[in-house]
Nanobody, 124 residues
């Protein structure tokens, strides 16, 4: 069992930055690929970024490429999402999730664990 707890969300003006953290506890964090997803009101949840177990392979949705960076620190059992140049359309609840491999994260199938989410609101 893995427990995931997100933090770092909040209210920021357009053009600003936030760093989200997802702290994991339980089974070996480094065994899992990790992903960040988001869900805006009335819309489906979709993937923002993903990272493999070692951190040397990452994936980003086109909508955030060049603005967001996903990283992980296996010694701290934490995955991060650095969000720069934020736009109002980035407003959503952001979730982290874990799966056995990065392809499962990217396809959003076989996701084993989810966090409870953290709200990000970007004002114009």
């Amino acid at each position: 069992q893995v427990q995931l707890v997100e933090s770092g969300g909040g209210l920021v003006q357009a053009g600003g930055s936030l760093r989200l953290s997802c702290a994991a506890s339980g089974r070996a964090f480094s065994n899992y690929a990790m992903g960040w997803f988001r869900q805006a009101p009335g819309k489906e949840r979709y993937i923002v970024g993903a990272i493999n177990w070692s951190g040397d392979y990452t994936y980003y949705a086109d909508s955030v490429k060049g603005r967001f960076t996903i990283a992980r620190d296996n010694a701290k059992n934490t995955v991060y999402l650095q969000m720069n140049s934020l736009k109002p359309e980035d407003t959503a609840v952001y979730y982290c999730a874990a799966a056995g491999n990065i392809w499962a994260v990217i396809a959003a199938t076989g996701l084993d664990y989810w966090g409870q989410g953290t709200q990000v609101t970007v004002s114009s």
